[in-house]
């Protein structure tokens, strides 16, 4: 069986980018052509994902840190073996997947739109976009073929998208309750709980636009950030995106921040209702800042990796830590905290 050394473009085999031309020659992905090879290169590809499935599904909390692996998954996929073929292992695993949750479903809708974000990724990949364009095209791309396909299906079960939206926020909030009462909090802690249900759901309702667009952006960076090192070792196309951890966010975002804190403050709930959603979207672009300011001390003070992952899990796992993350990306629009004009000089 023959190989052949390919700087993979996607979607058509020529080199698609001045970083890509410039790879030496023992990075060059070596992919044998033949088609018993390509096909197990797929199968391969469609269990890894169909597993992050099944861990996602079957793993509480910690499965959704698994599937966000599928993106990256996805993306490897595209550009390794170009659009058309690289798409057979996000359709197959969508078949397996709606044929495992017994049809469309709102889990079935996140499944696809993380696999239609990988997807998409490797699109722009192509496009050889800075990191600001790559993210805001791929997660508007995401983003409306998810309401698209959330107003088809209503269409189809003759129902409000509202109404099934609230219908499943609500559905998921009884869940809730009955897994606090079966962990034995007390009867009191869940009668107060029960009766602000309804608050709850209508306060979540409102705020789903900003809570899906701030998921996928989180979906997004940790693709970014989990495909580099993948696609490096096969010496596929990744664009020049440069150091992340010396981005920061636009100065103009702060302008936001202070219009979403104003609106939130007038006793008008439509307003209160589009404030927090802007506010909530913010607060996830900040929260990428910072992250990348605490990457930025991590990698100068050359921590060990191990350390490293103790950090970023301890972040993820303690809100107050959270939060602080997100002051700090926000405060470094005045404090700097990287000095990046000294460090451009």
């Not at 996830?284 to 800042?289: I, K």
């Not at 990698?299 to 303690?318: G, H, M, N």
Request: with cysteine; glycine share 8%; net charge positive.
């Amino acid at each position: 069986m023959s190989a052949r050394p390919i700087c993979k473009d996607p979607s058509g085999g020529r080199l698609a980018t001045p970083s890509c031309r410039h790879m030496s020659e023992e990075k060059l992905t070596v992919l044998p052509t033949g088609r018993s090879h390509l096909t197990t290169e797929l199968f391969k590809g469609i269990a890894a994902v169909l597993l992050c499935f099944y861990a996602a599904t079957h793993i509480p909390v910690i499965g959704f840190f698994v599937s966000l692996l599928i993106p990256p998954l996805v993306l490897f996929h595209r550009l390794r073996f170009g659009r058309r073929i690289g798409a057979v292992v996000p359709v197959v695993s969508g078949a397996v997947m709606t044929a495992a949750l017994d049809g469309a479903s709102f889990e079935m809708l996140f499944f696809f739109e993380l696999m239609v974000l990988g997807f998409v990724l490797g699109e722009m990949f192509e496009k050889n976009l800075s990191i600001e364009r790559t993210v805001i095209q791929a997660c508007a791309v995401v983003t409306a073929s998810g309401a698209a396909c959330l107003i088809v299906y209503s269409g189809f079960a003759g129902t409000d998208p509202m109404a099934m939206v609230s219908a499943y926020v609500d559905r998921n909030l009884q869940m809730t309750v009955a897994l606090y009462q079966s962990i034995g909090l007390s009867e009191e802690m869940l009668k107060t709980i029960s009766e602000s249900l309804e608050m709850i759901r209508d306060i979540l309702v409102h705020i789903l636009p900003a809570l899906v667009i701030a998921s996928v952006l989180f979906a997004t960076w940790a693709a970014l950030i989990i495909s580099k090192p993948l696609t490096r070792r096969y010496g596929l196309l990744y664009p020049d995106f440069g150091r992340l951890n010396l981005w920061k966010a636009p100065d103009v975002l702060v302008w936001g921040v202070i219009g979403g804190g104003i609106a939130l403050l007038i006793p008008v709930s439509v307003l209160r209702m589009a404030g927090a959603n802007v506010l909530i979207v913010l607060m996830t672009v900040y929260f990428f800042s910072g992250i990348a300011i605490v990457s930025y001390y991590l990698e100068k003070k050359r921590f060990p990796l191990f350390f490293r992952v103790c950090v970023y899990s301890f972040i993820a796992l303690q809100q107050i830590v959270f939060f602080l993350v997100i002051g700090i990306g926000f405060f470094d629009t005045w404090l700097n905290f990287r000095k990046l004009e000294t460090y451009k000089e």
